[in-house]
């Protein structure tokens, strides 16, 4: 069976009660609907996880640490176990284990580190070849706009940003969003589509 996997990256503190506000309109419209929420663990306090973590249709998953380009790509195994620890202790267990480079930069330390902590990985179709076949993992098909059907997985995509970076901004694009729930389909978290 078909389902509906909503992921949004960089949910942090200056844009968290705009992107929970619109999150809440849609779970109105659909009390079905479940999203993973991609936060930025060093841009995001406990404030603004504790109003996620308040609502249990919201995953949240790890975006890198603060979202700084190429923060990933410098990574050792030994750095990246670092980071993943300190993410965990930081939010006391708020975050699902799973971990979204940004900007999709990310290096063969970080995924060694993934599999070793017992990590998924959320990854792009561009980093297919890099990923350790061992490695859980929920790669976003070549197409991954908002309900494009991913080609391997049965699984209807709608990746996109909390804020507008890449023409996939939640308010920009709010419509497509909620128009997901036409289809029928039951979502899903990230964590429940990993291979």
Same mark, same amino acid.
């Given at each position: 069976?078909?389902?509906?996997?909503?992921?949004?990256?960089?949910?942090?503190?200056?844009?968290?009660t705009?992107?929970?506000?619109?999150?809440?309109?849609?779970?109105?419209?659909?009390?079905?609907?479940?999203?993973?929420?991609?936060?930025?663990?060093?841009?995001?306090?406990?404030?603004?996880?504790?109003q996620?973590?308040?609502?249990?249709?919201?995953?949240? =998953?790890?975006?890198?640490?603060?979202?700084?380009?190429?923060?990933?790509?410098?990574?050792?195994?030994?750095?990246?176990?670092?980071?993943?620890?300190?993410?965990?202790?930081?939010?006391?267990?708020?975050?699902?284990?799973?971990?979204?480079?940004?900007?999709?930069?990310?290096?063969?330390?970080?995924?060694?580190?993934?599999?070793?902590?017992?990590? =998924?990985?959320?990854?792009?179709?561009?980093?297919?070849?890099?990923?350790?076949?061992?490695?859980?993992?929920?790669?976003?098909?070549?197409?991954?706009?908002?309900?494009?059907?991913?080609?391997?997985?049965?699984?209807?995509? =709608?990746?996109?940003?909390?804020?507008?970076?890449?023409?996939n901004?939640?308010?920009?694009?709010?419509?497509?969003?909620? =128009?997901?729930?036409?289809?029928?389909?039951?979502?899903?978290?990230?964590?429940e589509?990993?291979?």
């Open positions: 069976m078909k389902r509906i996997v909503v992921d949004l990256d960089d949910y942090a503190d200056d844009n968290a705009r992107t929970l506000g619109l999150l809440d309109r849609l779970h109105e419209h659909e009390p079905g609907f479940r999203a993973t929420l991609f936060v930025i663990p060093g841009r995001c306090g406990s404030d603004a996880l504790a996620a973590g308040e609502r249990p249709w919201l995953q949240l =998953a790890a975006h890198g640490w603060d979202h700084r380009p190429a923060e990933c790509i410098a990574w050792d195994q030994e750095r990246a176990t670092d980071i993943l620890r300190k993410i965990e202790c930081t939010a006391d267990g708020a975050y699902a284990r799973v971990f979204k480079a940004p900007f999709w930069q990310t290096s063969p330390g970080l995924y060694a580190a993934l599999m070793a902590e017992g990590w =998924a990985v959320a990854d792009h179709p561009s980093n297919l070849a890099m990923i350790p076949v061992r490695l859980r993992s929920y790669v976003l098909g070549p197409r991954h706009g908002i309900g494009d059907a991913h080609p391997m997985l049965a699984v209807v995509q =709608a990746h996109g940003h909390v804020d507008n970076v890449c023409g901004g939640l308010a920009e694009c709010f419509e497509a969003f909620d =128009a997901l729930r036409l289809r029928k389909l039951p979502y899903a978290y990230v964590t589509v990993v291979t």
